[in-house]
């Protein structure tokens, strides 16, 4: 009893005190920012900023959500952004807790993922001694780790360089579009701030300029109205204009695709789209790009490399391509190509939506006619369920294997698993997919439905896009990041990297669940951190391709003619092993009973819930592209 009076005294003490911390400083930047959000594994030397956490969480701002390894911070810490469009951070103790974050570091560092990366450092007068878990110079020095995978690195060494040093990350995060690394030692982290609150108003600092070079979009909008046939190709980086990209292919009936990249940022049903061009993609894509007639095809926030080329050889980038961006060296990919217009996505496509004459119908096109027909303000109710949707529903492109896409085999096909996912969750949530051959199928095969679906087919959608609901939208008509309706793990594609990200999105919306395909390989691997989400109560529907293999490594062995090694792996009832955890737990063995899953039911549950599905080992997913890429 003594023990705990002592420890309770400790808690009183501490939460009367009054100074402001460097910890708290941190944290005041954060909640300016609307950051409500901290991934961390927490340590003796980061103290000072969970207090301020702490502290931040009473008053209603700032909280830590404590992942249970520092990678699945950092993933959690991409997720976040992805979902809300803020900073994303994360944090460690010292030595080997800011080495477990270099994983999920550098998979955000080669997606281009604004986020704060924070680590201790012991303090500085035992610098060089052998502290224990000690990082420095002298050590293991986690400075020089972190230098190849942020555009911003420093250590903080008096405590009148913090705050400047802070503001100087955050402003490198957010303009150089990735993450960033702080790493701050405990005495000048628990010291008192110089300081008493922020003296720099961050928030309009960090918002993207409207700017965009006059010339270049002057051109593009000659090279528009002077082409016969335009293809729209859309990337991640489109996100913020996609809403005027669609209309403006309206008025230039103009077809579109996108890389694996931009999956989701659009539906797949609309009239408009032709499929993924690139890994795991359609041909149907590849042949709009192809097609002699297309004289003007515009990139638009599109990273280029092996998951937006359909092959080694593919001239992706050629004369008849525009790239518009909004990173300056993104354009370093596209040399091939025939103009670059550099600025903000959305402003460069209101300027040209607003200024295109469409000669079709003759007269200029209202952009605020179009606002008008778009119902915004019209307080319309969105509808959950799709009673009216046929069940031959596809895609407008075609698909590689239709037969297996709606197969009636008592062993559910990958294939049919992807069309009855977005089925049973119909509008209800996000879809996430793990790297691997979770999201090889996605790409191909997993195409959401949403809200917008309903009667695209039966009218010509003169507006060119579908209309997201208010709580997809940003202040000021922008199309939010949550709009979109797919994620993926892409370039460093990252073992378990959309368990943490499924977390760190439903942390940023608690309201909306996330749907994650992932592989049985990819949960063994980092499963423990769905113990986060129950934590949280978050609505997580972890859903779980169970084949009994590492499948790309299986699969990629055969292609090859490689020696079959190191795929297997031991049978695991997910299911059981989520019940064990305490989460919800459901077992699906056939087609029967994935068809009789309560999708509704599960939605609407507090928590997350565990999927179990037995699939088909034997399904070769779409990844003839990478072999070809592996030269096999």
Same mark, same amino acid.
């Given at each position: ?12 003490? %501490? ?39 702490? $502290? %931040? *969480? $009473? ?21 976040? =952004? ?95 579009? +990735?993450?960033? =690394? ?25 918002? @993207? ?51 694996? =990249? ?43 490399? *092996?998951?937006?080329?359909? $092959? /080694? ?26 103009? =670059? ?22 007269? /200029? ?14 307080? *319309? ?9 046929? !069940? ?10 239709? !037969?297996?896409?709606? %197969? ?57 896009? @579908? ?8 202040? +000021? ?73 590492? +499948? ?17 792996? /031991? ?36 928590? @997350? ?8 080992? !034997?399904?070769? /997913? ?11």
């Amino acid at each position: 009893m003594a023990e705990v009076s002592r420890f309770d005294d400790a808690r009183s003490a %501490s939460l009367k005190q009054a100074a402001f911390e460097n910890g708290d400083l941190i944290v005041s930047y954060l909640e300016q920012l609307g950051v409500d959000a901290v991934f961390a594994y927490p340590g003796g030397a980061i103290e000072p900023l969970l207090n301020g956490l702490a $502290r %931040s *969480e $009473r008053r209603g701002g700032t909280k830590l959500i404590v992942a249970r390894h520092e990678a699945g911070a950092a993933f959690m810490a991409h997720g976040y =952004h992805l979902e809300s469009g803020r900073l994303g951070v994360c944090a460690s103790t010292t030595g080997p807790g800011a080495t477990n974050l270099v994983t999920g570091v550098a998979n955000a560092f080669a997606n281009d993922v604004p986020m704060l990366v924070i680590t201790p450092q012991s303090p500085l007068p035992r610098d060089g001694r052998r502290s224990f878990q000690e990082s420095s110079s002298t050590g293991v020095n986690t400075l020089g780790i972190f230098q190849q995978i942020t555009h911003y690195n420093t250590l903080v060494t008096h405590i009148e360089q913090l705050e400047h040093k802070l503001v100087s990350a955050i402003l490198a995060a957010h303009r150089a579009r +990735g993450p960033v =690394h702080l790493s701050v030692p405990l005495d000048i982290m628990r010291a008192g701030a110089v300081v008493s609150q922020p003296g720099v108003d961050l928030a309009p600092l960090v918002q @993207p300029d409207a700017v965009f070079g006059s010339d270049s979009v002057g051109q593009l909008k000659d090279a528009l109205q002077q082409a016969k046939q335009v293809v729209f190709l859309l990337g991640d980086r489109a996100a913020p204009g996609v809403e005027t990209i669609m209309q403006l292919a309206a008025v230039l009936d103009a077809k579109i695709i996108s890389t694996p =990249h931009g999956k989701g940022l659009i539906s797949a049903y609309h009239s408009r789209f032709q499929g993924i061009i690139g890994f795991a993609g359609h041909q149907d894509a590849e042949t709009a790009l192809a097609d002699p007639a297309v004289d003007c095809v515009v990139a638009v926030g599109v990273t280029f490399g *092996e998951w937006a080329a359909p $092959r /080694p050889d593919a001239h992706l980038v050629d004369p008849r391509m525009i790239h518009v961006d909004s990173l300056d060296r993104a354009f370093i990919e596209s040399h091939a190509g025939k103009l =670059h217009v550099q600025g903000d996505v959305a402003a460069v496509f209101s300027r040209l939506l607003t200024d295109i004459t469409d000669e079709r119908l003759g007269r /200029p096109h209202n952009l605020s006619l179009i606002t008008q027909h778009q119902g915004e303000s019209t307080g *319309e109710q969105p509808k959950l369920d799709f009673p009216d949707l046929p !069940e031959s529903l596809r895609p407008n492109f075609e698909l590689d294997s239709p !037969e297996a896409f709606v %197969s009636t085999q008592s062993l559910i096909k990958p294939q049919r698993l992807m069309r009855e996912l977005p089925r049973l969750f119909a509008g209800r949530g996000r879809f996430l997919a793990d790297s691997g051959n979770s999201v090889i199928w996605a790409i191909h095969y997993l195409h959401p439905l949403d809200r917008r679906t309903r009667g695209r087919r039966q009218a010509e959608d003169r507006r060119g896009g @579908p209309r997201p609901d208010k709580s997809e939208r940003r202040a +000021g008509g922008r199309r939010a990041t949550s709009g979109r309706l797919f994620h993926g793990s892409m370039e460093f594609a990252s073992m378990g990297w959309g368990i943490g990200a499924a977390v760190g999105l439903a942390a940023a919306d608690p309201a909306t669940p996330v749907i994650l395909l992932v592989g049985d390989g990819s949960l063994l691997m980092n499963g423990q951190e769905m113990t986060v989400a129950l934590q949280h109560n978050l609505k997580v529907v972890f859903v779980v391709l169970n084949d009994g293999c590492i +499948g790309t490594v299986k699969h990629g062995q055969r292609l090859s003619g490689a020696e079959p090694v190191g795929f297997e792996l /031991p049978k695991v009832d997910f299911a059981a092993m989520a019940e064990a955890m305490g989460v919800s737990g459901i077992k699906i063995g056939n087609l029967n009973d994935l068809l009789a899953l309560d999708a509704g039911a599960i939605c609407a549950r507090q928590g @997350p819930t565990v999927i179990d599905v037995a699939i088909d080992p !034997e399904e070769v /997913p779409p990844m003839g592209a990478r072999m070809k890429w592996l030269g096999k």
